[in-house]
Protein backbone atom coordinates (compact mmCIF):
# COMPACT_ATOMS: atom_id res chain seq x y z
CA UNK A 1 0.00 0.00 0.00
CA UNK A 2 1.36 3.32 -1.23
CA UNK A 3 0.99 6.32 1.39
CA UNK A 4 -1.44 7.88 0.16
CA UNK A 5 -4.11 5.12 -0.09
CA UNK A 6 -2.97 4.63 4.07
CA UNK A 7 -3.60 8.21 4.49
CA UNK A 8 -6.99 8.04 2.68
CA UNK A 9 -8.13 5.10 4.71
CA UNK A 10 -6.78 7.22 8.22
CA UNK A 11 -8.93 10.02 6.96
CA UNK A 12 -12.08 8.29 6.49
CA UNK A 13 -11.66 6.40 9.86
CA UNK A 14 -11.25 9.51 11.27
CA UNK A 15 -13.96 11.42 9.67
CA UNK A 16 -16.77 8.64 9.82
CA UNK A 17 -15.63 8.64 13.66
CA UNK A 18 -16.46 12.50 13.83
CA UNK A 19 -19.00 12.22 12.32
CA UNK A 20 -20.46 9.43 14.85
CA UNK A 21 -19.26 10.41 18.14
CA UNK A 22 -19.60 14.70 17.46
CA UNK A 23 -16.97 15.21 19.97
CA UNK A 24 -14.92 13.90 23.32
CA UNK A 25 -14.47 14.51 26.70
CA UNK A 26 -11.82 13.78 29.20
CA UNK A 27 -11.50 14.00 32.99
CA UNK A 28 -8.87 16.46 34.59
CA UNK A 29 -7.89 16.14 38.62
CA UNK A 30 -7.47 19.90 39.95
CA UNK A 31 -6.00 20.84 43.43
CA UNK A 32 -9.23 22.82 45.20
CA UNK A 33 -6.86 22.91 48.92
CA UNK A 34 -3.74 22.54 50.18
CA UNK A 35 -3.42 23.28 53.25
CA UNK A 36 -0.63 21.74 54.85
CA UNK A 37 -1.38 17.96 54.73
CA UNK A 38 -5.14 18.40 53.88
CA UNK A 39 -5.33 17.59 50.09
CA UNK A 40 -8.54 18.10 48.34
CA UNK A 41 -9.16 17.42 44.68
CA UNK A 42 -11.62 17.20 42.38
CA UNK A 43 -12.42 15.96 39.02
CA UNK A 44 -13.26 18.45 36.17
CA UNK A 45 -15.16 16.93 33.37
CA UNK A 46 -14.82 18.89 30.29
CA UNK A 47 -15.58 18.26 26.51
CA UNK A 48 -14.15 19.18 23.27
CA UNK A 49 -17.18 19.35 20.45
CA UNK A 50 -16.50 18.81 17.01
CA UNK A 51 -18.71 19.73 14.16
CA UNK A 52 -20.41 17.09 12.02
CA UNK A 53 -18.80 19.56 8.81
CA UNK A 54 -15.28 18.55 9.46
CA UNK A 55 -16.30 14.92 9.34
CA UNK A 56 -17.48 15.40 6.31
CA UNK A 57 -14.66 16.42 5.43
CA UNK A 58 -12.60 14.05 6.13
CA UNK A 59 -14.34 11.65 4.97
CA UNK A 60 -14.44 13.67 1.77
CA UNK A 61 -10.87 13.83 1.45
CA UNK A 62 -10.09 10.64 1.97
CA UNK A 63 -12.64 9.65 -0.84
CA UNK A 64 -10.68 11.91 -3.35
CA UNK A 65 -7.49 10.61 -2.06
CA UNK A 66 -8.65 7.31 -3.21
CA UNK A 67 -9.95 8.01 -6.24
CA UNK A 68 -6.93 9.85 -7.59
CA UNK A 69 -4.40 7.26 -6.31
CA UNK A 70 -7.15 4.42 -8.29
CA UNK A 71 -6.15 6.54 -11.62
CA UNK A 72 -3.09 7.12 -11.61
CA UNK A 73 -2.60 3.08 -11.60
Known amino acids: MNPNAI ?3 LLVSV ?3 TIVYQG ?3 TTRE ?3 DIGSLH ?3 DKTRSIP ?3 VLG ?3 VMGGVVLL ?3 TRKS
Open 31 to 33: KVV
Open 40 to 42: VMA
Open 24 to 26: FTY
Open 50 to 52: LPP
Open 56 to 58: VFA
Open 67 to 69: AMG
Open 15 to 17: GIA
Open 7 to 9: LAV
